[in-house]
């Protein structure tokens, strides 16, 4: 409020911040956090779910994975960690997030890239359970004020030679998946199915 002044609440010496998300009482910062080491190995990714601090750095980590820090620049920690790409985080209101990762241990059938889809971290910070199965990506989940999690979707139809991107709603459990926004809610085909 007193004028332009930038703080930075990180210190790491390499690699790339993305997702920030504010708690809902705006002490918490979330992010995505991947270390930048054009050295890292894929086999040498850190997978103890429980480091010793020293081990936290993440140094030749290639995965993206979720972090917290307090708004005041202390408290700095990983929250997920292992063999996944975990990104994109956003808090729930009562305090789990919800991620995109590629936890689903599925492919792209097309292009080969990991598959991504929701998980919800608990409010221990100790479990994760993924609630979507996709064969594309989900991503950009954010909380509706009912409590559902919106998010888009990209599917693959490559018996059809296409792709589409759709926009879809879950219970945090991952039950009731329905498409807010996508082909089916077009006009015409909103017309198909009222005929048919």
């Given at each position: ?42 086999s040498d ?112 139809f490559y ?38």
């Amino acid at each position: 409020p007193d004028g332009p002044k930038v703080t930075p609440l990180t210190h790491f010496t390499s690699g790339y911040v993305a997702d920030t998300e504010v708690s809902w009482d705006g002490k918490t910062i979330l992010f995505a956090y991947r270390e930048n080491n054009d050295s890292r190995n894929y086999s040498d990714v850190l997978r103890n779910p429980n480091p010793d601090p020293s081990e936290v750095d993440a140094t030749g980590d290639p995965w993206w994975h979720l972090w917290e820090i307090g708004a005041d620049g202390k408290g700095l920690r990983q929250l997920t960690f292992g063999p996944y790409h975990d990104a994109q985080p956003a808090f729930m209101p009562d305090d789990r997030i919800v991620f995109t990762s590629t936890r689903v241990g599925v492919r792209d059938e097309y292009h080969g890239f990991p598959a991504t889809a929701l998980a919800v971290l608990n409010r221990d910070r100790n479990n994760v359970d993924v609630i979507g199965f996709n064969f594309g990506g989900d991503r950009d989940p954010a909380v509706m004020p009912d409590g559902r999690i919106v998010f888009s979707r990209l599917d693959v139809f490559y018996s059809r030679l296409k792709s589409e991107v759709t926009v879809q709603a879950v219970f945090p459990d991952g039950t009731k998946n329905q498409v807010l926004y996508g082909p089916e809610r077009r006009g015409y085909w909103m017309d198909l199915h009222q005929k048919y």
